[in-house]
């Protein structure tokens, strides 16, 4: 990938570069458009261990003064989380920030078996898996491309601002 900011803002951060600081206001948002990929949209956020390119993660919590953290959590193998979800760029691990991916077609890591144009659901921390499983659906993301495709353990998913499913009220 090799996502260019379209963003008239001086000072961005690369998409997949990863910083020890915040380089910008974590929770930025900026679109960007890569020849293969086409455009997507991407949010600055604080990293978490074990991240890896296409981990899927979920942000939020407050400070003790009641202002947003914009750190991420693996997305955890629990039902009925209602949680925005996002892809990392890179290995964004604790203590960096960087770029994670929120709409457009997204590299996500996968240990199960994905069919292409199928639905996405939450796999085992910060994975995803193929097909529905029951209030582990990720709405807004749905397989362009069988398991392995573009790298081992990877899929291609069109994202729309996913989110895990959460309770009907």
């Given at each position: 990938?090799?996502?260019?900011?379209?963003?008239?803002?001086?000072?961005?951060?690369?998409?997949?570069?990863?910083?020890?600081?915040?380089?910008v206001?974590p929770?930025?948002?900026?679109?960007?458009?890569?020849?293969?990929?086409?455009?997507?949209?991407?949010?600055?956020?604080?990293?978490?261990?074990?991240?890896?390119?296409?981990?899927?993660?979920?942000?939020?919590?407050?400070?003790?003064?009641?202002?947003?953290?914009?750190?991420?959590?693996?997305?955890?193998?629990?039902?009925?989380?209602?949680?925005?979800?996002?892809?990392?760029?890179?290995?964004?691990?604790?203590?960096?920030y960087?770029w994670?991916?929120?709409?457009?077609?997204?590299?996500?890591?996968t240990?199960?078996?994905?069919?292409?144009?199928?639905?996405?659901?939450?796999?085992?921390?910060?994975?995803?898996?193929?097909?529905?499983?029951?209030?582990?659906?990720?709405?807004?993301?749905?397989?362009?491309?069988?398991?392995?495709?573009?790298?081992?353990?990877?899929?291609?998913?069109?994202c729309?601002?996913?989110?895990?499913?959460?309770?009907?009220?």
């Amino acid at each position: 990938m090799a996502f260019i900011i379209r963003e008239n803002q001086a000072g961005l951060p690369a998409i997949g570069s990863i910083g020890s600081a915040a380089a910008v206001a974590p929770g930025t948002i900026v679109r960007a458009d890569d020849p293969s990929y086409g455009s997507g949209e991407f949010i600055y956020l604080q990293g978490v261990a074990n991240t890896v390119v296409g981990s899927a993660v979920i942000w939020g919590g407050v400070t003790a003064g009641n202002l947003p953290t914009f750190q991420t959590t693996l997305l955890p193998n629990t039902t009925l989380q209602g949680l925005p979800v996002a892809f990392a760029t890179a290995a964004i691990l604790a203590n960096q920030y960087g770029w994670y991916q929120i709409g457009g077609v997204a590299i996500a890591a996968t240990t199960g078996t994905f069919a292409a144009a199928g639905a996405a659901s939450i796999g085992a921390a910060g994975q995803v898996v193929g097909g529905v499983v029951a209030g582990k659906m990720i709405l807004g993301a749905t397989s362009l491309t069988a398991n392995n495709v573009p790298g081992t353990n990877q899929v291609l998913l069109s994202c729309n601002r996913p989110q895990a499913q959460g309770p009907i009220t």
